[in-house]
């Protein structure tokens, strides 16, 4: 049925961009193995990093050069577009997926000029939607010219004619919809616009049962999962090992020395030194699975522009508690399934905490989490996901 639908509708060539091969590998795995075993052609355009090499094995990998992602070098984006032309020039596809910001960007001005079939994916707005002044300004016009370039394509090598039915959008959150269709000054057109919630639980966090005891501890261990920026909100999580000594607070994340959002290796030591109970445990693979325990409590203290923490999903499928800001949140979860922090700030959060404490006392706390997990596999699972993603495939 894939295989059909797939050579009657579009070229054999797809082609998925995005900023990172990590982001690719961690939440697009199953989508590639899904088209390899169709009989797309399939190439990957990302930059060379650790994943690299995994997704070589996979796909066809095409290498990129894109600058850090924090910065916005008009000469190093001019390198960026001219190879990413070159390459998509080079592999004529039928159908390019683009992933993150900045190739968004630059595939949607590249595709004006080929008139390739776009799929525009938005796993999030980023810290530049907590930015004020010039740079939320610069937020907004982004979004403005891929808006714009995605309506028309060039005809004849002449004049650029309007097309509306060469690329579509998906956004992870019904927040990031509602804010690109209010700056675009456009209209909700769900042909246009798909709400696809974010890469979806693997099914590996979905076949676990666990089951809380009554008793009352008095120790957990507290988990962070993310980038160890402090727009993700890090510094959050660590000052609240001073009110809990005797638990354990696991830090897991990557550094980036070129960003000044992510912490220093200096103020990593400095925290060690002040809090014993703090574990740095650098990144990684499926950590959530290393705690799937009684006393476990996942903390989402993020402040920063998400799609849709897939962290969160993956807790709430080990039925693990999790306490998250509003922001994390992003429309799709509330109170029935997790603890929402109605403040970012450090007495939010030990209120939520709290409240996780008197539910495990009363023994509600089973069904609280049971029941949580059950949305998320109604609505959230990774294979839901990407059979969504493949039908807006075949819709071309």
């Known amino acids: 049925m894939l295989k059909s639908s797939f050579s009657k509708k579009i ?4 082609v998925l961009i995005a900023n990172t091969s990590k982001y690719l590998m961690h939440y697009r795995f199953l989508l590639i193995n899904k088209l390899n075993k169709s009989d797309k052609k399939l ?5 060379i990093d650790k994943s690299s090499y995994e997704l070589k ?7 990129w050069y894109l600058p850090n992602k924090n910065q916005f070098n008009p000469f190093d984006l001019i390198k960026s577009f001219l190879i990413l032309f070159n390459s998509i020039r ?4 039928g159908l390019v997926h683009s992933h993150t910001l900045k190739p968004n960007l630059l595939i949607s001005i590249i595709n004006l000029f080929l008139g390739v079939k776009t799929i525009i994916s938005f796993p999030g707005m980023g810290r530049l939607s907590n930015s004020k002044g010039i740079k939320y300004f610069f937020l907004k016009s982004i979004l403005k010219i891929i808006f714009i370039s995605s309506k028309y394509q060039l005809e004849n090598y002449i004049y650029f004619k309007r097309n509306l039915h060469r690329v579509k959008f998906i956004f992870q959150n019904p927040i990031d919809l509602n804010f690109f269709i209010e700056t675009v000054n456009s209209k909700y057109n769900d042909k246009f616009f798909h709400l696809i919630p974010g890469s979806g639980v693997p099914s590996i966090y979905l076949k676990s049962v666990k089951y809380f005891s009554s008793v009352e501890k008095k120790t957990f261990d507290f988990i962070y999962c993310a980038r160890l920026e402090k727009s993700k909100g890090i510094n959050l999580f660590i000052s609240l090992a001073k009110y809990f000594p005797d638990s354990n607070f696991f830090v897991y994340g990557s550094l980036n020395q070129s960003s000044n959002d992510y912490l220093t290796k200096n ?30 409590i996942f903390l989402v203290p993020s402040n920063y522009g998400e799609g849709l923490p897939r962290g969160i999903l993956e807790a709430i499928s080990l039925e693990i508690p999790v306490v998250a800001s509003k922001k994390a949140c992003v429309g799709l979860f509330d109170n029935k399934t997790l603890f929402m922090a109605s403040n970012n700030n450090k007495e939010s959060y030990l209120k939520e905490i709290e409240k996780i404490s008197i539910k495990k006392k009363e023994g509600k706390l089973n069904q609280f989490l049971s029941n949580a997990k059950e949305q998320v596999l109604n609505k959230f699972s990774e294979s839901l996901v990407v059979e969504k993603t493949l039908e807006l495939y075949r819709s071309f």
């Open 11 to 14: 070229n054999k060539k797809i």
């Open 43 to 47: 190439f990957v355009i990302s930059p």
């Open 57 to 63: 094995k996979i796909s066809r990998f095409v290498p």
């Open 90 to 93: 080079s592999i004529k596809p």
């Open 267 to 296: 103020e990593i030591r400095l925290f060690k030194n002040q809090n014993r109970n703090l574990k740095f445990m650098d990144f990684v693979d499926n950590p959530l699975l290393r705690h799937h325990n009684d006393n476990s």
